[in-house]
């Protein structure tokens, strides 16, 4: 990728570009979204974002009005909260059920649709707790946005980085007939988040998103343009050779495994088994000693120096008495953190 950009970079002044992408860009997520979920778009319906988040915030700029519900998945990615808030919307949250791999709580889901929901949000793969959705809860999770039609939008941003015994699916590729905007970027798989490149496309089978879509593409057209030369480098990225996704998939499975039985073994936490993307979100039984989460990440990084991002910032409910790891590292410095923290945790 950085040769790459030296090559697109060479005799190039940087100009602004097509608003809504650059079109080999945009061609190659065509070619890109055909292959892997089976999802026919046309230029249309892509839009070329600075990052996924930024597809997030003309999504929520375009489609909510104050008083407008989005319902998101707890624990998730604390963005969607903060970002529907910003523009007035509330953010109910749906059970993702940890006994259960965190897969989503269905019947919760129907339960906490009201008149206001705007988007039904889905994080697959699971940022924090690294959960794959099963291709039935899918199935059911498009069944009851069909039901009550209400917009999917699925945050795809893990969709390569997957390890574990679940199948993954795209969420459109199994919503033949419902609406779904899906949320993808280069910030993961190919490890260049500061490069600042996402997309944002609209399935829209029943001509339902029209609106939605020219709405986030004007607001697209107000900052001009994502980085031009970056796009260029993106668009290699999809058409060019992928065997460091595999070697990385290799990595984080063997991490994954050593961090669910490392963390299991450390007095009062417990963990489930991540899947996919690259977190592991244990419980810690706070037994009066800290008065919640937050407490106890502070107290660990103030004694140990490591930071962990506490649960309840994922989720104010379904995320509280957790606490957030990475397992990017190599397994001897996740070594080293555990066994920091196993000394804390005798000492607490
Ligand atoms: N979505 C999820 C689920 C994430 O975990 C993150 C970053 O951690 C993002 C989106 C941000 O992606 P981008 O770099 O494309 O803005």
């Not at 940022?127 to 039901?147: F, Q, R, W």
Request: proline share 5%; glycine share 8%.
């Amino acid at each position: 990728m950085k040769q790459e950009l030296i090559n697109v970079a060479k005799g190039k002044t940087g100009h602004y570009g097509r608003s809504e992408g650059e079109e080999d860009l945009v061609e190659a997520i065509i070619d890109r979204e055909a292959k892997k979920n089976s999802v026919k778009l046309s230029k249309e319906d892509i839009t070329i974002m600075q990052g996924s988040s930024e597809g997030v915030f003309f999504l929520y700029a375009a489609g909510l009005e104050a008083g407008d519900e989005v319902l998101l998945p707890g624990p998730g990615y604390p963005s969607y909260i903060q970002l529907a808030q910003f523009f007035g919307g509330a953010t109910p949250s749906y059970r993702c059920v940890e006994e259960n791999g965190w897969q989503p709580d269905i019947d919760d889901i129907r339960k906490k649709i009201t008149d206001k929901t705007k988007f039904l949000v889905v994080i697959n793969p699971n940022n924090p707790t690294g959960a794959i959705y099963s291709k039935s809860t899918l199935k059911k999770i498009v069944d009851v946005a069909a039901e009550h039609k209400i917009t999917l939008v699925s945050d795809e941003i893990y969709d390569q980085l997957i390890y574990g015994e679940t199948e993954y699916f795209g969420l459109a590729s199994l919503a033949k007939d419902v609406p779904v905007v899906v949320l993808n970027g280069f910030s993961k798989a190919y490890l260049m988040p500061g490069w600042r490149i996402g997309y944002v496309y609209f399935h829209d089978p029943v001509d339902a998103l029209i609106d939605l879509r020219e709405g986030v593409n004007a607001l697209a057209r107000q900052r001009l343009s994502a980085n031009t030369l970056i796009q260029k480098v993106c668009a290699k990225a999809f058409s060019g050779p992928q065997d460091h996704i595999k070697e990385m998939n290799r990595k984080l499975k063997e991490r994954a495994e050593f961090a669910y039985k490392r963390l299991n073994e450390i007095n009062r936490i417990s963990t489930t088994k991540p899947e996919g993307a690259f977190y592991i979100f244990p419980r810690v039984d706070l037994s009066n000693r800290w008065k919640d989460d937050n407490e106890f990440c502070i107290d660990v990084l103030r004694s140990t120096g490591i930071v962990f991002p506490y649960g309840s910032g994922f989720d104010p409910v379904y995320g509280k008495d957790h606490f957030r790891s990475i397992i990017l590292p190599p397994i001897e410095t996740l070594e080293r953190a555990f066994q920091k923290l196993e000394a804390f945790m005798k000492k607490a």
